[in-house]
């Protein structure tokens, strides 16, 4: 992994999402807020998982990892953001730059079989619910779990390493707030079709083979319940799954709207942009918080166990 190849440009310009000062100072203090609220909100649903008693089950130790994710996939982008709103040279580094699209890669590579996992653990809990404690094993939890980390870096890896054998000239401007690979495509001088076909290929197994696990699972699981002759528990059932297919649809949605949009820099991609990479970890433990009574019966008992002490 070396860097020799881009001594052409050793910087890149980031346009941002507006280039009036006021406006900047308005989303410096907005996205500063979403920012301190996202790792307030993930990190409170990481303690608590961990500290009740209650929640020490297979859907919540993934949960867990969805929360510390969330953090990391937050980090990636938002401080440099917050950094460039304040600045005038609104600058980032070749190397910052590849490194963010590493770790972006990364964070949605693990996030996607993350849910994939979770999906399971619903089918798992809905369909075979005498089996589900032999079924969600402690060591298939972890294997699960370590595997989507373990598989999202490897996405990770397959995307950045043709891309850091490429050259950059030309411009050096990214009309975007953040650095990601079809941003970058315009600015490469040698021939990016392997690094393309690489992101299609990773995009179309990691999206759609994550997305048919999911759907298969959520077929089943409806399926399971239709089965169910009272309405309680038809009711009871599917508020088990309602939370993860809330985060599941709003992933998806936002993320195929943001990457099958034409690389423009045009209003709608940075929106649909911000709200894949900003408000997505942002809105997670708000609605695992609001939507799980489970949840918040033990951010209860754990405040009032912490403010007694």
Not at 15 to 31: R, T
Not at 103 to 119: D, I, K, N, P, Q
Not at 232 to 238: C, E, L, T, V, W
Request: proline share 4%; net charge neutral.
């Amino acid at each position: 992994m070396v860097f020799e190849n881009h001594s052409i440009i050793n910087e890149f310009i980031l346009l941002g999402l507006s280039a009036d000062p006021h406006i900047q100072a308005l989303l410096f203090v907005l996205f500063l807020q979403i920012y301190l609220l996202t790792l307030t909100g993930n990190l409170m649903l990481l303690l608590v998982t961990r500290a009740d008693p209650h929640l020490h089950t297979p859907m919540y130790f993934f949960l867990s990892h969805l929360s510390f994710l969330d953090m990391c996939f937050s980090s990636v982008t938002v401080p440099k953001l917050l950094e460039n709103l304040l600045s005038q040279k609104k600058t980032i580094s070749v190397k910052g730059c590849l490194a963010q699209v590493f770790f972006l890669f990364a964070s949605g590579g693990t996030e996607v079989c993350l849910l994939a996992a979770m999906a399971y653990d619903r089918f798992a809990a809905i369909c075979h619910p005498l089996l589900y404690g032999q079924v969600m094993n402690s060591l298939l939890c972890q294997g699960l779990a370590w595997g989507s980390w373990g598989l999202g870096f490897l996405d990770a890896l397959l995307n950045i390493l043709p891309a850091m054998n490429l050259d950059f000239c030309g411009d050096y401007i990214i009309a975007h707030y953040s650095c990601d690979l079809p941003s970058l495509f315009p600015l490469f001088c040698s021939d990016v079709s392997t690094s393309f076909t690489l992101v299609l290929c990773s995009s179309l197994l990691y999206g759609i083979g994550t997305s048919f696990l999911i759907l298969y699972s959520y077929i089943r699981i409806v399926s399971t319940i239709l089965r169910i002759t009272s309405s309680s528990g038809r009711s009871k059932a599917f508020s088990t799954c309602s939370s993860h297919l809330t985060i599941v649809l709003l992933l998806y949605g936002s993320a195929f709207l943001r990457y099958f949009l034409p690389v423009s820099g045009s209003p709608l991609e940075l929106i649909f942009s911000v709200q894949y990479s900003v408000v997505t970890p942002l809105v997670n433990p708000l609605i695992y918080s609001l939507k799980n009574n489970d949840v918040k019966a033990a951010v209860k008992r754990t405040l009032k166990k912490y403010l007694q002490y």
